[in-house]
T-cell receptor
């Protein structure tokens, strides 16, 4: 069983559409991070959420941390081809950051 | 370039050879993490090091794999007697202090190891 489950695993949408991806767990976390990884590159941090119920916005991206701090969502408004990539959620646990399985997003022009 | 530098970007080794992957952390960062990634998968933790110390190697296979972060120079991930199953992308990340929400991870662009 994965500590973090991300859904959907794959998502292909047309430019201009809205989408939401999810990061779920049965455990409670002190914080959660979202990264985007483009092909051939390393992950880049998008946001860190800390407080239950917290909402953070980064241009067209809206991140929410669940009230119980067990899950998170990422909503993209009016997706663009530049949003294409692998979206990973991660939580600090012990001596590491544990990464979810990822959502691979393709935005078709 | 002040980011995390990994080299080589691509490495091809025959079965049984050694692979040596290098990582120079961001300037001022003394905490280094190594992760492994298979295609279309998330990142799997391998090892966490501080300067001259291995803090947590719980994700690294006990045999054939080793890591170091010397006082001077880059961190090295060494894989001896490589097998086809070692083919993957290996990412290094660094942080200012022990990684948490105040000290996030900064990743390099990885080394893609192919074992033939």
């Amino acid at each position: 069983t994965q500590l973090l489950e991300q859904s959907p695993q794959f998502l292909s949408i047309q430019e201009g559409e809205n989408l939401t991806v999810y990061c779920n767990s049965s455990s409670v976390f002190s914080s959660l991070q979202w990264y985007r990884q483009e092909p051939g590159e390393g992950p880049v941090l998008l946001v860190t959420v800390v407080t239950g119920g917290e909402v953070k916005k980064l241009k067209r991206l809206t991140f929410q941390f669940g009230d119980a701090r067990k899950d998170s969502s990422l909503h993209i408004t009016a997706a663009q081809p530049g949003d294409t990539g692998l979206y990973l959620c991660a939580v600090p646990t012990g001596n590491q950051f544990y990464f979810g399985t990822g959502t691979s997003l393709t935005v078709i022009p | 370039n002040a980011g995390v530098m990994q080299n080589p970007r691509h490495l091809v080794r025959r079965r049984g050879q050694e692979a040596r992957l290098r990582c120079s952390p961001m300037k001022g960062h003394s905490h280094v993490y190594w992760y492994r990634q298979l295609p279309e998968e998330g990142l799997k933790f391998m090892v966490y090091l501080q300067k001259e110390n291995i803090i947590d190697e719980s994700g690294m296979p006990k045999e054939r794999f080793s890591a170091e972060f010397p006082k001077e120079g880059p961190s090295i991930l060494r894989i001896q007697q490589v097998v086809r199953g070692d083919s993957a992308a290996y990412f290094c990340a660094s942080s200012l202090t022990r990684g948490d929400y105040n000290s996030p991870l900064h990743f390099g662009n990885g080394t893609r190891l192919t074992v033939t």
